[in-house]
């Protein structure tokens, strides 16, 4: 039987004391004579009005055909985006991102540009650019070998790699554009293909997350599935070949259920009842007893002490019933009835239980890491900080075990926390940064607006400031996102319609 080692997740210190054994695995700006650049850049690094009209001004002129106003709007994109940087390295923080999301009306002639040149205008270096989301791909739809559809299908649009386009005006303007993407849900189209039935997460109920989650788009996969490990990592090269400054995994988890369906608490919550997941389970068994036993809990829910008394005589050669992280009990409990002995076997099944599942999680960002890993681009994991919480005896059902991710990626926790001031969110915020080793690079993705509260959330201003009291030592932070900042923009670009084909 394999002996391939399991870690144990550890998310607080009530983990630490559960787990006797820890597994161990696998201004920007033209420089105007009347007055200097740096002198219309506000503390956040951002743009006067005055200059970022008189950017879109030379931006449509250029579109419309003007070669004078294309040369000087060129080398305005030069010197704003020297002075961003020289701005950044002098500005708390030293990292200001910005999520994003384009759309297929974004193929449209100056439609990126002015995304980017919006970007550059509130003083962000760098863009997180979701490139896999909702089962589609920010990639031309003739050459995508993946085995999900292209965001952009436009007639005539065929071959428009949107993706590269984005790369390249970005970094035009001293941006760096990483790519995000969905990890674990795989969205609604993985779904519909009948060859990949078998790589959706099950539950103990007989449920798909397709049924458990609101919207219906969101279908999480079996980690341990060959065949959506092998699906994924053809879809980070792919996403790889356009060379983005860094790759950002979202959706590291498994779905997230409401009501009491929110806390794992019995074996049948958990996404163990795939072929691939309980393979990998039984693979964790050390004689014929544990095995038996991990059989006997998957089917049932629980085992009994006439369970235990019928494997010790179905396999008398054997002392106690092992698997991975077991420890060896004392002799003197060994010979207890079998009575006595099932309190505590029935509990380390249900925590050998729900380990094995995040260790899904956790094989699943080495593999979906590795190809950024191999090329030198920075790769980041995003999180829900309270993810990974116990409740009782319960888990949260995401079963996100973040606080075991890899130090050497980045550390994206989404503290969107919705109390109405910045406590909740410096509160998220102070939870990563007490669990996180030292070294660890921690970039807060924060919810808000510029200069208004939205959704019962401050300013991004407020929690900025909020942050940076509490812990300065911070190098990055993000703001989701450009939708929120520019909510009608967002809305007529998702929903045009392209009137021309792309050549």
Known sequence: MSNRPLNFIRSTLFWRRLFAVVFTSSSLLPNFESEPARAQVSQYCQLSSAVAQEKESLRLSALKGNENAQTRYQNMLKEQAQELQECRTRTWPQVQAIWLRLYPCDIQPGTIDQIMDRIVNRGYNQVYLEVFYDGQVLLPARTNPTVWPAVIRTPGAENTDILATAIKKGRQRGLKVYAWMFTTNFGYTYAQRPDRESAIARNGKGQTSLYVVDNGSQVFIDPYNLQAKRDYYQLVQEILRRRPDGLLLDYVRYPRQAGSDSIATKVSDLWLFTPATQEALFKRAQNYKGLDLIRRFLSKGFVTGGDIAEIDKLYPQEGEPLWQGRPLPPAEKSILP?????????????????????????????????????????????????????????????????????????????????????????????????????????????AGKWGESVSNRPSLEVQMQALRQFAPQLKGVSHFAYSWQYPESDSDRKFCRVKYSVP
């Open 338 to 446: 079998a009575t006595d002995r099932q309190p505590l076997l029935q509990w380390e099944l249900w925590q050998l239980a729900v380990a094995h599942a995040m260790q899904g999680i956790l094989d699943f960002v080495t593999i979906a890491s590795y190809p950024a890993k191999q090329q030198g681009i920075s790769t980041g994991v995003v999180f829900f900080p309270d993810g990974n919480q116990t409740v009782g005896q319960g888990y949260d059902s995401r079963l996100q075990p973040w606080d075991r991710f890899p130090t050497t990626l980045e550390w994206h926790p989404m503290a969107y926390g919705n109390c109405g001031d910045v406590s909740c969110i410096v509160s998220q915020v102070q939870r990563v940064l007490s669990m996180a080793k030292p070294g660890t690079q921690i970039i807060p993705a924060l």
